[in-house]
């Protein structure tokens, strides 16, 4: 039998309130109360990053996470990134840029991993500490150096 809880938080930068499974999946919470899919259910092991999101600013597997421990916090998913280049981020933008993208399937968990990861060093990363930084995010088909180029093109220009 299912236990019902009350989980408030707050996803780019909405609050919401739901009683919901006390066994939810943050990442079920998102794509399934939220109704955001961006954020990708891949491997369900937390192997991929597929499911990459900011909680209250940190780069987090939402696949590990169960949605109650998020209760209070703030979460932003791939829909609640903005920035100066025609809406998208500087992240978003090195991705078109430096074409960091093939299928696409991997790349919100590693726009939001590289978004983590530019946040957390002030963007004082090497690339191989980009590379470093992203290994828990799989990519089958960039071969990775197209997405490293394209943290540094994030990091080399911010867009303020």
């Not at 703030?74 to 998208?88: K, L, Q």
């Not at 399937?105 to 946040?119: E, F, H, N, S």
Request: glycine residues 12%; hydrophobic residues 30%.
């Amino acid at each position: 039998m299912s236990r019902q809880v009350e989980v408030e938080v707050t996803v780019n930068g909405r609050r919401s309130k739901r009683s919901i499974d006390a066994r939810t999946l943050l990442v079920h919470y998102i794509r399934e109360q939220e109704r955001l899919t961006g954020t990708h259910v891949g491997c369900d092991t937390s192997n991929c990053g597929a499911c990459t999101v900011l909680l209250d600013g940190e780069s987090v597997k939402s696949c590990t996470i169960l949605a109650v421990q998020a209760d209070g916090c703030a979460i932003t998913t791939i829909e609640g990134v903005r920035g100066p280049y025609n809406g998208f981020s500087a992240v978003q933008e090195g991705f078109r840029q430096c074409h960091g993208l093939q299928c696409g399937y991997c790349t919100p968990g590693m726009v939001m991993a590289a978004t983590g990861l530019i946040t957390e060093r002030n963007g004082q990363l090497t690339d191989t500490e980009i590379r470093s930084g992203l290994e828990g995010n799989l990519c089958r088909c960039t071969g990775y150096e197209m997405i490293v180029r394209s943290v540094r093109w994030a990091i080399d220009n911010p867009g303020e």
